[in-house]
């Protein structure tokens, strides 16, 4: 599967952004899908990711200010960013998996929070 993630930009503190992750090739409906970020000089981990039934998981840093969502009909991912702080500065990528294949990276979009 082809994925192409949209929708980083620069905004200020508490300000919302909305990344879109679209795939091609396949339906994203039977993968666990997500967002990963990676900050400047720090490792790259997971945000926020969904499964091919809907269940959601955050890690402990967006719990409660993102939200993961799926569009089957448009086989997009999205990834709703509310209330954003200058340390969620980083390059967001989406990525895809099914059980037993090779997990499929988006290209980064860069969000910058300004304080």
């Known amino acids: 599967v082809q994925l192409q993630a949209f929708g980083g930009g620069l905004v200020q503190a508490g300000d919302s952004l909305r990344l879109s992750c679209t795939a091609s090739?396949?339906?994203?409906?039977?993968?666990?899908t997500g967002w990963f970020r990676q900050a400047p000089g720090k490792q790259r981990v997971l945000a926020a990711r969904?499964?091919?039934?809907?269940?959601?998981t955050y890690a402990d840093f967006v719990k409660g200010r993102f939200t993961i969502s799926g569009d089957n009909a448009k086989n997009t991912v999205y990834l709703q960013m509310n209330s954003l702080k200058p340390e969620d500065t980083a390059v967001y990528y989406c990525y895809a998996v099914r059980p037993f294949k090779p997990l499929s990276w988006g290209q980064g979009t860069q969000v910058t929070v300004s304080s």
């Open positions: 969904i499964s091919s039934i809907g269940t959601t």
């Open positions: 090739g396949r339906t994203l409906s039977s993968y666990t």
